[in-house]
């Protein structure tokens, strides 16, 4: 079993910067992918980004690429997002994520935290 506690949410005004926070417990953390997904209201969960716990490997969407960076330190099994830079479009619920790549990448990781809300004033 494994368990995710986000924190690091705030209300900010466009072009300001967060970061974001995941506090993972468990077995076998370094076998997954942690990942950020969000999910605004009224629309679809979205991929924000990914990390392979043991490698480091990244992997963004585009629409955040040059704007977000998703990093974890081992040593506080935490992974972090820090956005900068940010736009309203960005506001959204976002949940730190684990499983097997292909699972996170799509929106259906095995486990999930609860999320922490991120709201950017335009």
């Known amino acids: 079993q494994v368990q995710l506690v986000e924190s690091g949410g705030g209300l900010v005004q466009a072009g300001a910067s967060l970061r974001l926070a995941c506090v993972v417990s468990?077995?076998?953390?370094?076998?997954?992918?942690m990942g950020w997904l969000r999910q605004a209201p009224g629309k679809e969960r979205e991929f924000v980004a990914s990390?392979?716990?043991?490698?480091?490997?990244?992997y963004y969407a585009d629409s955040v690429k040059e704007r977000f960076t998703i990093s974890r330190d081992n040593a506080k099994n935490t992974v972090y997002l820090q956005l900068n830079s940010l736009k309203a479009e960005d506001t959204a619920v976002y949940y730190c994520?684990?499983?097997?790549?292909?699972?996170?990448?799509?929106?259906?990781?095995?486990?999930w935290g609860q999320g922490t809300q991120v709201t950017v004033s335009s």
């Open positions: 990390i392979n716990w043991s490698s480091g490997t990244t």
């Open positions: 468990g077995r076998r953390i370094s076998l997954y992918t």
């Open positions: 994520a684990a499983g097997v790549w292909n699972r996170v990448r799509t929106g259906r990781a095995d486990y």
